[in-house]
């Protein structure tokens, strides 16, 4: 193994590595980008996937719910992959299929192809959605780590954004194809980029290469004295051994650290966001929207409001903290969720109810936006211990796919089986639950270092306990 002391003394060159950190992050970002636009595109797909191969709801819904399936797959891939061939070699491979897939979406000769090749491009977001985050906390300096995570947090609604503005540009001549196609080009975008990218120093010290990190670290950092302490930072950490399975079975403490984190993706998807965000053009439908153009403009504004209202919860998360923004968040979700099933219970025909229903619909999209969307992905970031963290955070985001798939898969059912009042209530009370979920088993972590959490989380304290 190489020594840890430097080879080739300090006489590197820093100039313009600051411009080489935001170019890695905006690459980073550029995955969180892609992350977005193919949840978002479906929406304004669908409708017209569904008239072109003639297809049922129940057929539709697995045309939504594939791609999710294979992000779970692709979550469980990028944990082993990201080890194996490093993270960046993980988001080439990553972005490759995205490509692939995109292309794949947009040639569908019928509706079982289309399946597999959403199969494909969710493989391609659950490495990405693994591996970029990872990637982004292990080559951004200390300081701007949070600001870092959150914007790729913001990305993603972003990306959701685009989806719905580019599917309503193709829109007026139903070219789903199209809808479909375009994400190749940012994804070829994301190829080029990520090649260009330097290997992660943490991944390469795992692998005893110290002298290519400290090369990694000279182009990425502002002096070698910087350089020289973060060798000996990763070092340290890396004489803790990580093996996630040995420490689930002999600690009680990290098995409830993953229940947590596995129990708050759940919750996070529960909440019926993408019921929303995949079904949107039809949930305006059902409020008395019937033209195609009315119910994807809707959509947009569906998009916009989820972007706006992910900035308050940057500004606002570590001011008032977690638990606050949740017991919030759940509140105006239960409110919208409840009002809009009681609207359609009554029965919309005024244009006065529609736009009604159009505000409860928005009220929930804000209320999830400001707090579980960002919220639920930091608490799972800062629960876990170090020497389970990857693997705790694999957990947790393979949960979140698997949730997301029940729930995208399910919706439409719901509506036919159940009543279009029913299945919002059913949401609603949900929500309400979360409510108290969130006051007896979510810590507050503000501002509280993780060595501190760990040590809660290890001596036994209750879990709601766990950031003081
Ligand atoms: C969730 C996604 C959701 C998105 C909406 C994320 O935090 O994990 O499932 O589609 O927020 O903005």
Redesign the pocket.
Known sequence: MASLSPTHAQTHEHGGNRVRVWLTCAMAALAGLLF?LD?GVIAGALPFIAKDFQVNDHMQEWIVSSMMVGAALGAVLAGWMSYRLGRKYSLVLGAALFIAGSLACAFAPDPTFLIGARLVLGVAVGIATFTAPLYLSEVAPGNVRGAMVSAY?LM??VG?LAAFLSDTAFSANGQWRWMLGVVAIPAALLLLGVLTLPRSPRWLMMKGRVDEARAVLDSLRPDSETVEQEIRDIAKQLEVKEHGFQLLRKSRDFRRSLMLGVML?IV??LTG??VV?YYAPRIFGLAGYSGHQAQLWGTVIVGAV?VLA?FVAILLVDRWGRRPILLMGFTVMTVGMGALGYLLKLGISTHNEQIMAVAMLLLFIAG??MS???M??ILCSEIQPIKGRDFGIAASTFT?WVA?TVVGATFLTMLNTLGHAQTFWIYAALNAAFIGLTFFFVPETRGVPLERIEENLMAGKPLRQIGR
């Open positions: 977005g949840i947090q993603i609604t959701i993706q996070q998807q966001i993408n965000m989820n992910t999830f936006a579980a969307g960002p639920i992905w979140n997301n």
